[in-house]
């Protein structure tokens, strides 16, 4: 008979990795639409890779990666995004100057009083 120990096996732990590959990847998923979030998801991202790869866990360059990206993407979506508004509310309001005189002479007064 045969009589062997069962041998502990340590799995190698790989939170930070996993973290930082999810939130990578939700970073650069939700850039278009909410840029805050993508820059904010980048930073987690970045930071759980940087402490998982000096563990040396499996998933933590790529999270590193999609940090970087997901960062880098959310500046420029909320730059533009802000630009994009801007020229908008401008559209808006010579548009409304033009067609509505007497409403955008009210609201030109109105303006004083905040």
Known sequence: MDESKPVAVRSKNNTLGVISLVAGIAGVLLFIC???ISIILGVV???CGILGKQQEQEYALAGIVLGA???VLGIIFTIVGQVFLTHITRLIEREFMVNF???SAWVSGMTGLI
Do not use: G
């Open 45 to 47: 991202a970045l930071i």
């Open 101 to 103: 005189p007497a409403a």
């Open 34 to 36: 909410c840029s805050y």
């Open 69 to 71: 990206v997901a960062i």
